[in-house]
């Protein structure tokens, strides 16, 4: 209402609609914001990203490299390309654009997590492993890349070490079920069934729906095998009680949303 011809404000309500999921409003305020001022890249970048939301991917892709046209050190918009051709399991595009947002941005560790995710998709297990090693020097309390590692390292078969990283995310972010359901399964791994039963037990007590049933599913297979060695299944919240929910401040969480 103050200035109808600011990008900025465009942009900022078009923020607020995207995080009460109302995408078709976002998607409107974010082309307002493009065409007040055709040359503010965050425009097309904040477009892109809804676009992406909604499966949209060729339009995301328009959309960011209009963004890199305008100013080939965006590195958001650069993200924007890596992860449309990540999500159509182009992997090596993808590697391509994130190596580039990382040169323009060298000291974001979530940028090189998501690097690193890709390497590890493209089978380059060790040199991902060696991204998020650099990663966590600049910033060692960063959750994504704790729990990417943790991952990576899950699915080579090194559960000790997964289990280091885990157990420090239980500390940094308590209340996050992805962390207690990977390690469920590393537990479930190496036969520690009860344990596995524990942290999935807690997984669906943080998440309920419990991830496309992921979670669920494989408490369920747990509990069979608890079934089998002991003759009997334990109501695993009995059993175990509630998960350890220590503080934690929301507020100093990392920003892992490229998009906001």
Known sequence: STDKMSPQAWCSAGNCFSLQKEHENAIKFFQRASQVDP??????????????????????????????????????????IGLVFYKQERFQLAEIYYRKTVEINPQSPVLMCH????????????????????????????????????????????????????????????????VYFLMGKVHNKLNNTHLALMHFSWAMDLDPKGANSQIKDALD?????????????????????????????EDDDDDDDEET
């Open 39 to 80: 040359g503010f890249a965050y425009a097309y970048t904040l477009l892109g990203h809804e676009y992406i939301t909604i499966e949209e991917l060729d339009k995301a892709l328009g959309c960011f490299r209009t963004a890199v046209r305008i100013d080939p050190r965006h590195y958001n918009a650069w993200y924007g």
């Open 115 to 178: 690097l690193a995710v890709v390497q590890h998709a493209l089978q380059k297990t060790d040199k991902a492993l060696e991204t998020l090693d650099i990663a966590l020097l600049r910033a060692p309390q960063n959750p994504l890349c704790k729990f990417e590692r943790a991952s990576i390292l899950f699915s080579i078969e090194r559960f000790d070490e997964a289990l280091v990283e885990l157990n420090q995310l239980k500390v940094l972010v308590p209340k996050e079920s992805p």
């Open 221 to 249: 297979r747990s509990m069979n095998k608890a079934a089998q060695d002991t003759n009997e299944i334990l109501p695993t919240q009995i059993a175990y009680g509630d998960p350890p929910l220590l503080e934690f401040d």
